[in-house]
């Protein structure tokens, strides 16, 4: 990153006041009367509405437009154990997201559990508190547990954005960029680097969508995922190919595509070029990625390139998933976010990037015009359709799926 960014990034976060996030009173607190709503005597009531009706939480307390962004620390964004304190920022930066986006409050929350136990614990007792729980930066293979012991214990959504949301933003850019570069789904050879979170998670929808997994080399720190390794867990393991292929550079020679979900500046000019003709390269380590976009354009001009960043074109980034996932979950008060509300999200953001773009999202980037092609095959994060589209999928999703608990929203398309 430019020094004057990352000095303009450190201004942003201090100045006015610290951090991105405030909380906000929603009702008067002027005079007497107000106050004897609000607290005592007032407050008596609905605690007596909620012990009689539990449901009776989403009338009269936050909880139904609350989730909670919750994190270890273990894993935050391609930077590792940054620990729970240094996520803070990035918890907060999602609580923006969802707040700019769907408008959903956010309490993020950084637990400081060294063993997944611990961590399950501390979030299924504060659980009562949301609507909602979106895990974040998580580190693999403990995410994996974590999800699946929290989903099992609460009757609310728990949804691990780095797994889930990633995967969701993957197949939508890969499903159209294939598509401008001529190719099929089920017959590209994809190069995956980084089997942890959103690594694994990618690739298993990936498959749900017809890819099929002898298609997939996959590759964590120690090379490629192959049937003779006798150190892969589970996760690993449902990926582990039949192969003589050990490094990136065998992996990537003659590959469709590249997907890195890892460390930065992993794939050389070198590995670039041996790729397939009208490549797709994805590098997605945030902030710095796989390969640079402007030395990747240098080495061959055949190439679709997204990076996970906002400052370049074709960011794919969960922050296209998470806001509007939640927003059609909490809408119909959905119990969990299933496959079926993870796909009708593809679909629904997969359109939106194929079709003209209105002036708004244009006046947003400073462009004077952007059609569906190499340097825009994926919606831009300002763009107002996604709001008004992708809740509206997912909440039709739950409900055809059984796991809605409220008949399709009355006010639906929601307009930012
Ligand atoms: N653009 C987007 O929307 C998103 C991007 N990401 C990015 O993906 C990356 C991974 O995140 P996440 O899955 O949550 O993290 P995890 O910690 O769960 O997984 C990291 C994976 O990267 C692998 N890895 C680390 N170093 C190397 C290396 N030198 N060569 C090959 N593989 C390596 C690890 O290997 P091993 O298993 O051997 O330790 C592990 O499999 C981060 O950079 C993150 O910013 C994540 C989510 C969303
Ligand atoms: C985008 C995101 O969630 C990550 O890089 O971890
Ligand atoms: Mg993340």
């Known amino acids: ?193 980084g089997a942890g979170a959103a690594g694994i998670a990618g690739m298993r929808l990936l498959v749900d969508l017809g890819v099929p997994r002898e298609n997939i080399l996959l590759l964590d720190s120690k090379g490629v995922i192959h049937s003779g390794r006798q150190d892969l867990n589970a996760y690993k393991a449902e990926f582990a190919a039949a192969t003589d292929r050990r490094t990136l550079e065998d992996a990537i020679a003659g590959a469709d595509v590249f997907i890195g979900l890892s460390k930065p500046d992993l794939l050389s000019p070198e590995m670039l070029r041996s790729m397939a003709d009208r490549p797709v390269v994805f590098a997605l ?47 119909v008060r959905a119990t969990t976010i299933n496959e079926a509300m993870k796909i009708a999200c593809v679909e629904a953001l997969r359109g939106i990037a194929q079709e003209p773009v209105p002036a708004e999202v244009l006046a947003a980037y400073g462009l004077e015009s952007l059609e569906f092609g190499p340097e825009y095959m994926i919606p831009k994060p300002l763009d107002p359709r996604l709001l008004e589209r992708v809740p509206p999928a997912v909440a039709r999703a739950a409900i055809d799926s059984g796991v809605a608990t409220l008949p399709y929203p009355a006010h639906y398309p929601a307009q930012s």
Do not use: W
């Open 1 to 193: 990153m430019a020094e004057d960014l990352k000095q303009a990034a450190l201004d942003y976060h201090a100045n006015p006041k610290p951090g991105k996030i405030a909380i906000q009173v929603t009702k008067p607190t002027a005079n007497q009367r107000d106050l004897a709503l609000a607290y005592s005597p007032g407050v008596a009531e609905p605690v007596r509405a909620i012990m009689a009706n539990p449901a009776d939480a989403y009338r009269y307390t936050a909880k139904g437009n609350l989730v909670g962004v919750i994190s270890d620390g273990t894993a935050v964004l391609g930077l590792g154990n940054a620990g729970p304190l240094a996520s803070k920022p990035v918890m907060e930066g999602k609580g923006v997201l969802f707040k700019r986006f769907a408008d959903i409050d956010v309490f993020d929350i950084e637990v400081d559990a060294k063993e997944p136990e611990a961590f399950i614990d501390t979030v299924a007792r504060i659980a009562p508190t949301f609507g909602g729980i979106n895990l974040e930066d998580i580190a693999a293979p403990h995410c994996f547990e974590i999800e699946r012991k929290l989903s099992e214990r609460l009757d609310i959504p728990v949804f691990h954005d780095d797994q889930h949301g990633t995967a969701i933003i993957i197949a939508v850019g890969l499903l159209n960029a294939l598509e401008l570069q001529g190719k099929a789904l089920d017959e590209a050879r994809i190069v995956t680097v």
């Open 285 to 331: 380590a945030n902030p710095d990625p796989e390969i640079r976009p402007e030395l990747a354009h240098s080495v061959r001009g055949d190439l679709i390139m997204a990076t996970g960043r906002s400052d370049y074109p074709n960011q794919v980034n969960n922050v296209l998933g998470f806001p509007y996932i939640f927003r059609g979950a909490l809408d």
